[in-house]
């Protein structure tokens, strides 16, 4: 073994998790070094050719206001933005944004390589070193160890091994020991993990073919523009200088004939003959899947996606799968537009190992080893943004323990990113997880405009924010607090013009004076269509004008979840002491015990958040509790 | 450890029956029968036996008495349970209970025993509750249901409604975090419709609930009218004793006088009230305040007038108070000549039946009666099997849960946002999930996928 010097943070791994870690550490000052199987797939996109959309959309907004990368990455290398969902509430927007995948690559291990705290290398990290305690079941890292041998001595390390470990894809009949795109598998590494004592778990996800868009007739499909006004993701970037032309995705349907061909064929499906054994996700099914258990569908939307500006290759989305490559061919060109189409990239399944994520701390350490983060789809999440809001975490985290100091956690109620975290880390996962907005209790709060308003803070305690950027969030943050304190004062008086304009709105004319605010809390109505009937109305940025807006129009459903993060907080801050022997509460029941003393959680709040746990086990912790600290 | 101590307490009713019984929890149980329990015969009882024998204070005999033993885990509390059934009235329970905490037990907190069953895993919540209940149950039927209750079909009930709303819910959920999928949109229209079925299921289930409620807490019933038409005497009539002073001066009544009776096999809690009438005086005004409060608080108002006078203004101003409640009007005094006109009457609160009574005599309650039972127990003496009863706690639970599906239909109606209606849903599960014990967090994921064809 040949010594590789000394680091206070290794990351293994240069995916979408691995990014953000070794970022977050090297721009925290820790010397960090990041290893990638092939320095050429850093930050690659082997799957869907988009960042954001419902949810997701929220984390990469979090992931910039805490001073990440991700928002700023796919600013620069979009090629069509939207806004979704802007119809069903201001909470549930959702920015998604088609990228150049390519370009989105090579901008990220740019970034990287000119992060001066930070050496890249590509090597394949087959071990972890570490030292147990006397018992043998915990210890402490002290490095990693490479293909060639090399030993990289390290405070901590942070694996973000995304899909890679033990990697095998799979269509029809075809197996490829290997990652995703043909990339190189890591065969050794889960071997190690395993001896230390971690649990791993067998998950699969796929994706579909990529087809050459000389070979498909566009005029037959619709087509989806991206908006007019781009709203860029991070709160750094300024519209103005992200303005692009865009390139439009196309909708078409399945139908009958395709359904057949897949009935037809399903016996070699290897997800169908029983070849794939692991866990797969409910909410990615394969094309075949969703054929199966929604029979009664005559039609699936299946969504063309442009994999970047300078190819013709298109993603096929809604259409995964890992039937054999004859199917695949002539299930595709049984879609209107596609009779002629050309696969250039067959869909797969791919089966890889991870984690069960219950062994870790919310601060995304294992329990048992000091010093051991992990972070993405290693984790059992799914998608892009899940892993870098993981590894950004991780990064940040790695970091502080290096510096001996506290970790930091965002709470459910503060972040998408503590949603995810603690469902992780609280639950694990049966099969891959996938960011939802349903998954967050208090989303009406956790809303995108808001990000950087509910998680500066954390960001610049962290170091990862600007002095400057922290000051500007503050100083927005009053502007609103003003503006929405001289609102609820103004009275308006009835007038021909204002209520000419009420009615033209759909709205009933006001009689006597009425207040402003009330007129805000119309549906139909809102602040910024009210300002001219408003005589001192101040000239405001429009970012500050959406949050008054909003803070104003929904003041009633807001004060309601306030007032349930407020009885959220009261559980959670109820610490379970460590160790806690819950054989010797006889009241739970027996499967309750088993996970709580599994999972030894860290308060009230989590412990009633555990699959197994039941409210009844939840009082009688109470109720122990109370009785026996009393 | 405070749990492994041991309790006793009284667990018969003060002052019901010839038996009271003492019972005794926890590790030191056997140890203090021993101590004051000689069995006849000397053979000490076995685990799920009687024995029979002396309650002894040292060498003094107190009572003659029955001693069971059942030991743990087997047991209610799965602690040793002994029990101690005493023959000698109120005054030998108290000393048996007061021997037994000379020597070493602890007297049990209200509900102790049922607490222990729960923490030591022998019972859940809603069990518990339901055993809460049994103990108090005032009348047969509420016992019958409280067994119902343990076997679960209360839990059914509720559920069914709340996967309703969850179905309503996963269905805007699936809209919002999957909305390129357009065969998954769904409108306020239908957000509407869907909330206001719920709604019709909920309110039945409540209706259910109400008439439960009347058998196992009893009927809350104010007397009320203006002042000296009878309500005193209605009183009394109907309790069988004086127990209000009656008097012809107006105003003889000040407090609110509160008994316990059974009308039509219901059980009741009859209220007399201070006469309904502007104040004469400072302690009359009191009166007036409270007889208000606890209008506001019954099932039912029964309206006294005196048939045997015009009505007047001041019936009126009586009659004003009661609005928004059940009545029942008494036409009191039918043994004068009648002088208030019933057309009247009956403009006044068109929906209130018209019994006419003598209450000095006790004539005509049995109309009265008649009245009640039809009113709360349609009609039937005898309930349908299938009639749910609740607590005081479930109850406000299903009406909470109502209340935030009226909000999301009204919120629907205005074409607000779903999202905003959804957390208007989520209370409305989370309240129902409150009686049944069911959180929502994974079962909406699961939902949404098993039922919905979304996904890359």
Not at chain 1, 13 to 38: D, K, S, V, Y
């Amino acid at each position: 073994m040949r010594n590789k010097g000394e680091w206070d943070v290794a990351v293994v791994g240069g995916g979408h998790a691995g990014c953000e870690a070794a970022l977050a550490a090297a721009r925290l000052g820790m010397r960090t070094i990041l290893f990638a199987i092939n320095l050429d797939s850093i930050a690659m996109m082997p799957c869907n050719p988009n960042i954001g959309g419902t949810s997701k959309g929220h984390l990469v907004r979090e992931i910039d206001a805490l001073g990440g990368e991700m928002a700023l990455n796919i600013d620069h290398t979009f090629i069509q933005s939207r806004m979704l969902n802007m119809s069903k509430g201001p909470a549930v927007y959702s920015l998604r944004a088609q990228a150049d995948k390519r370009a989105y690559s090579s901008r990220m291990k740019r970034v990287l390589e000119n992060e001066p705290n930070l050496a890249l290398k590509q090597t394949e990290i087959t071990e972890i070193e570490a030292v147990r305690d006397c018992g043998g079941e915990k210890g402490r890292i002290t490095g990693v160890i490479s293909e060639s041998g090399g030993f990289y001595a390290c405070k901590a390390v942070v694996l973000c091994t995304g899909t890679y470990m033990k990697a095998r894809c799979l269509y029809g009949d075809v197996i490829v020991e290997s990652g995703p795109n043909g990339l190189r598998a890591s065969k050794r590494l889960s071997d190690s993990l395993r001896s230390l004592g971690i649990s791993l778990l067998r998950f699969k996800t796929g994706t579909p073919a990529r087809v050459d868009g000389k070979t498909i007739d566009f005029a037959r499909m619709t087509v989806q523009n991206g908006d007019k006004d781009i709203k860029p993701f991070s709160f750094r970037t300024d519209p103005e200088t992200i303005k692009r032309p865009q390139i439009p995705c196309y909708l078409t349907y399945t139908n009958e004939e395709t359904h057949s061909v897949i009935r037809r064929n399903l016996d070699r499906s290897p997800l169908y003959s029983g070849v794939i054994k692991a866990a797969g996700a409910r909410y990615c099914p394969s094309i075949e899947d969703k054929v199966v258990r929604f029979s009664d569908k005559p039609r699936h939307q299946v969504f063309i996606e442009p994999e970047g500006e300078d190819t013709d290759e298109m993603y096929i989305s809604g259409m995964s799968t890992s039937l054999p490559e004859d199917v695949q061919e002539a299930m595709y060109r049984t879609l209107p537009g596609m009779e002629g189409c050309r696969i250039l990239r067959n869909g797969y399944a791919i089966e890889y190992d991870c984690i069960n994520a219950s062994q870790l701390k919310l601060s995304l350490e294992f329990k048992a080893w000091s010093g051991l983060f992990s972070a993405g789809q290693i984790n059992g999440s799914s998608g892009y943004e899940e892993a870098a809001a993981q590894g950004l975490m991780a990064g940040i985290n790695a970091a502080r323990l290096a510096q001996a100091k506290e970790p930091v956690i965002i709470k459910r109620s503060e972040g998408y990113i503590g949603v995810l975290i603690d469902d992780l880390a609280t639950k694990g996962a049966a099969e891959p997880y996938r960011m939802m907005t349903s998954r967050a209790e208090y989303r009406l709060l956790l809303r995108q405009d808001n990000a950087d308003l509910r998680l500066s803070e954390k960001g610049w305690e962290a170091g990862l924010v600007s002095q400057q950027r922290w000051a500007l969030t503050q100083e927005k943050a009053a502007r609103i607090h003003e503006e929405i304190s001289r609102v609820r004062k103004v009275s308006l008086q009835p007038s021909k013009s204002l209520n000419r304009f009420l009615e033209e709105n759909g709205s009933s004319p006001i009689t006597s004076g009425a207040m402003l605010s009330d007129l805000i809390k119309r549906p139909e109505l809102g602040y910024r269509q009210l300002q001219a009937f408003d005589e001192l109305s101040p000239s405001l940025p429009e970012d500050v004008k959406e949050q008054v807006e909003i803070l104003i129009k929904y003041e009633g459903y807001i004060k309601r979840q306030l007032a349930q993060v407020e009885q959220f907080r009261k559980i959670e801050s109820r610490i379970i002491p460590r160790g806690l022997d819950y054989s010797s509460i006889s009241g739970l029941r027996l499967e309750a015990r088993q996970k709580l003393a599994l999972m030894q959680p860290e308060n009230l709040g989590q412990a009633s958040r555990i699959s197994g746990v039941t409210p009844a086990d939840v009082s009688v912790l109470i109720v122990y509790l109370a009785a026996a600290y009393s | 450890m405070p749990l492994t101590d041991t309790i006793a307490a009284i667990s018969t009713p003060l002052g019901r029956g010839g038996i009271g019984i003492v019972r005794i929890s926890g590790s030191e149980a056997l140890g203090i029968l021993d101590k004051i329990f000689i069995p006849k015969g000397g053979r000490k009882p076995k685990s799920y036996s009687m024995r029979y024998g002396f309650a002894m204070d040292g060498q003094t005999v107190i009572d003659e008495v029955l001693a069971s033993v059942m030991l743990g885990p087997n047991s209610y509390t799965t602690e040793d349970v002994v029990e101690i059934n005493c023959h000698g009235g109120m005054r030998a329970v108290r000393s048996v209970l007061e021997l037994a905490l000379r020597s070493g037990a602890r007297l049990a907190e209200p509900g102790e025993f049922t607490k222990r069953a729960f923490i030591n895993g022998r019972i859940d919540l809603i069990q518990v509750e339901a055993v809460m209940e049994l103990i108090d149950a005032k009348s047969r039927k509420a016992e019958e249901s409280a067994a119902r209750r343990l076997a679960g079909s209360l839990s059914r009930k509720i559920s069914s409604v709340r996967e309703r709303i969850l179905t309503l819910q996963a269905r805007i959920e699936v809209s919002i975090d999957y909305p390129e999928y357009e065969d998954e949109e769904i409108g306020s229209l239908e957000v509407r419709r869907e909330a206001e079925a719920a709604m019709e299921d909920l309110k039945s289930l409540i209706a259910c609930f109400e008439r439960g409620r009347v058998f196992s807490e009893g009927l809350k019933v104010v007397i009320a009218g203006k002042p000296n038409v009878g309500k005193s005497s209605l009183l009394n009539a109907l309790m069988n004793e004086d127990r209000a002073i009656v008097a012809d001066i107006p105003g003889t009544t000040r407090d609110v006088l509160s008994e316990a009776a059974s009308l039509a096999g219901v059980p009741v809690k009859l209220m007399d009230t201070a006469g309904l009438r502007t104040p004469e005086d400072a302690i009359e005004s009191l009166g007036v305040g409270k007889s208000i409060e606890a209008l506001e608080d019954s099932d039912l108002a029964i309206w006294v007038v005196d048939s045997s006078e015009a009505l007047s203004e001041e019936d009126a101003e009586a009659c004003a108070k009661l609005e928004g409640k059940k009545v029942i009007i008494v036409a009191n005094k039918n043994d004068l000549p009648k002088a208030a006109s019933m057309d009247e009457l009956r403009t006044l609160i068109p929906e209130a039946p018209i019994v006419s009574v003598c209450a000095k005599d006790g004539l005509g309650l049995d109309g009265l009666e008649s009245e009640i039972s039809k009113m709360f127990l349609s009609g039937e003496a005898e309930m349908d099997d299938s009639e749910i009863y609740i607590n005081a706690r479930q109850r406000q639970s299903a009406a909470k849960a109502l209340e935030s599906l009226e909000k999301a239909a009204r919120a629907a109606g205005e074409g607000q946002a779903v999202d905003l209606i959804s957390i208007d849903l989520t209370d409305a599960c989370d309240s129902l999930g409150e009686i049944t014990g069911e959180t929502a967090g994974d079962s909406l994921v699961d939902k949404i996928f098993k039922e919905f064809c979304v996904g890359k």
